[in-house]
């Protein structure tokens, strides 16, 4: 989504690189977001300094990967709360949080509401 959304921006001219780093980075969250979640992590997968990968990230998208990281956490949350009857623990043990009390912490931050008051604004949805 993140791709499709970078490709309909107009584009100052960057490197060819840029673009397939960023597709390889956005490839590598969505293949290993569950159980990692730190940007030296997907730098050293990709043969990038942190600082590479941000200033990469940062050209092509105005965000840091540290942002495009918590995005995806969070869409994926998102994703689990409003299409399963899974617990909010159960989603914060499969997105590869230990604790679900700083699951539910990292959720309210970013979306300014509890993962269980995300859901019970979305009923429609459900399917169960």
């Given at each position: 989504?993140?791709i499709?959304?970078?490709?309909?921006q107009?584009?100052e001219s960057?490197p060819?690189?840029?673009?397939?780093?960023l597709?390889?980075?956005?490839?590598?969250?969505e293949s290993h977001?569950?159980e990692?979640k730190?940007v030296?992590y997907?730098a050293d997968?990709?043969?990038?300094?942190?600082?590479?990968?941000?200033?990469?990230t940062?050209?092509?998208?105005?965000?840091t990967?540290?942002?495009?990281?918590?995005e995806h956490?969070?869409?994926?949350a998102?994703?689990y709360?409003?299409?399963?009857?899974?617990?909010?623990?159960?989603?914060?043990?499969?997105?590869?949080y230990?604790?679900p009390?700083y699951?539910?912490?990292?959720?309210?931050?970013?979306?300014h509401h509890?993962?269980?008051?995300f859901r019970k604004?979305?009923?429609?949805v459900?399917?169960?």
């Amino acid at each position: 989504m993140l791709i499709s959304l970078y490709r309909l921006q107009p584009q100052e001219s960057q490197p060819p690189a840029y673009s397939t780093q960023l597709d390889e980075f956005i490839e590598l969250i969505e293949s290993h977001i569950h159980e990692h979640k730190q940007v030296s992590y997907y730098a050293d997968r990709l043969h990038l300094s942190n600082y590479q990968l941000n200033h990469i990230t940062k050209k092509m998208l105005n965000k840091t990967a540290s942002e495009i990281i918590n995005e995806h956490i969070i869409l994926e949350a998102k994703k689990y709360l409003i299409t399963t009857p899974m617990q909010v623990n159960e989603i914060a043990y499969l997105l590869g949080y230990q604790d679900p009390s700083y699951f539910i912490r990292f959720f309210k931050k970013h979306t300014h509401h509890s993962p269980e008051m995300f859901r019970k604004n979305y009923p429609e949805v459900l399917p169960y």
